[in-house]
């Protein structure tokens, strides 16, 4: 089973050299600290930074430069810093290739909610609805389950959608799923984790061909 660093490393396997790629907030945002050393990849973030680098280190942190969730962050050589409109312009024009972003829940269809629990305080949707709705490669990194053991991959989902049929991938603590045309898809299955123990925590319908692989992470 892995933790939300284990799930970091896992996603960032998928970035491909020369990606643009856009962080949510959460989990996602860790995955800059994993990106393989022999590519270039530029990261950006929606408050209007291209070009995030990993995390500062304890003492090294400056608090003016920041992500989308408000964490500090580095940037790395010819990094660039815009507005609101520029940022928003790059995401709204398709010019990410790909976007990570957390959920509080995923539907077979690939819909997506990550932004409301009725009857909770919350700021807003913030540009999720922008990434999703022009983002064509979209992988979650979330729980399996809930707190209280209730899966978070649904036929469909319960709370407010932020998106609809846009999830392509999602890595969990428990497995990497793909999203078909006939639901949930079973790639692989993190270290210790059986397949039936996927199965039982996955309410959608979950398609499992052959033999199911370990994450290699």
Same mark, same amino acid.
């Given at each position: 089973?892995?933790?939300?660093?284990?799930?970091?490393?896992?996603?960032?396997?998928?970035?491909?050299?020369?990606?643009?790629?856009?962080?949510?907030?959460?989990?996602?945002?860790?995955?800059?600290?994993?990106?393989?050393?022999?590519?270039?990849?530029?990261?950006?973030?929606?408050?209007? %930074?291209?070009?995030?680098?990993?995390?500062?280190?304890?003492?090294? =942190? $400056?608090? &003016? #430069?920041? @992500?989308?969730?408000?964490?500090?962050?580095?940037?790395?050589?010819?990094?660039?810093?815009?507005?609101?409109?520029?940022?928003?312009?790059?995401?709204?024009?398709?010019? %990410?290739?790909?976007?990570?972003?957390?959920?509080?829940?995923?539907? =077979? $269809?690939? &819909? #997506?909610? @990550?932004?409301?629990?009725?009857?909770?305080?919350?700021?807003?949707?913030?540009?999720?609805?922008?990434?999703?709705?022009?983002?064509?490669?979209?992988?979650?990194?979330?729980?399996?389950?809930?707190?209280?053991?209730?899966?978070?991959?649904?036929?469909?989902?319960?709370?407010?959608?932020?998106?609809?049929?846009?999830?392509?991938?999602?890595?969990?603590?428990?497995?990497?799923?793909?999203?078909?045309?006939?639901?949930?898809?079973?790639?692989?299955?993190?270290?210790?984790?059986?397949?039936?123990?996927?199965?039982?925590?996955?309410?959608?319908?979950?398609?499992?061909?052959?033999?199911?692989?370990?994450?290699?992470?």
């Amino acid at each position: 089973m892995l933790d939300k660093t284990g799930i970091a490393k896992r996603i960032a396997k998928e970035v491909q050299d020369g990606y643009y790629v856009n962080l949510g907030i959460g989990i996602p945002t860790l995955v800059a600290n994993y990106v393989r050393e022999d590519i270039e990849v530029e990261f950006q973030s929606e408050n209007g %930074v291209l070009g995030m680098g990993p995390f500062p280190f304890d003492g090294e =942190e $400056d608090a &003016d #430069i920041i @992500n989308a969730g408000k964490q500090t962050i580095t940037t790395l050589p010819g990094a660039s810093f815009f507005d609101s409109a520029m940022s928003f312009s790059m995401i709204r024009g398709q010019h %990410v290739d790909l976007t990570i972003l957390g959920a509080m829940e995923v539907s =077979e $269809d690939g &819909d #997506i909610a @990550n932004w409301k629990i009725p009857g909770k305080m919350v700021k807003g949707m913030g540009g999720a609805m922008d990434l999703v709705a022009s983002a064509e490669n979209i992988i979650v990194a979330m729980m399996h389950t809930n707190r209280a053991g209730e899966s978070k991959l649904l036929k469909k989902c319960s709370l407010p959608l932020t998106g609809v049929g846009c999830v392509k991938k999602i890595v969990t603590n428990l497995a990497v799923i793909e999203v078909t045309d006939s639901g949930f898809k079973l790639l692989e299955r993190a270290p210790g984790v059986t397949v039936d123990q996927i199965q039982k925590a996955t309410e959608g319908h979950l398609i499992i061909e052959g033999d199911i692989p370990e994450m290699d992470i």
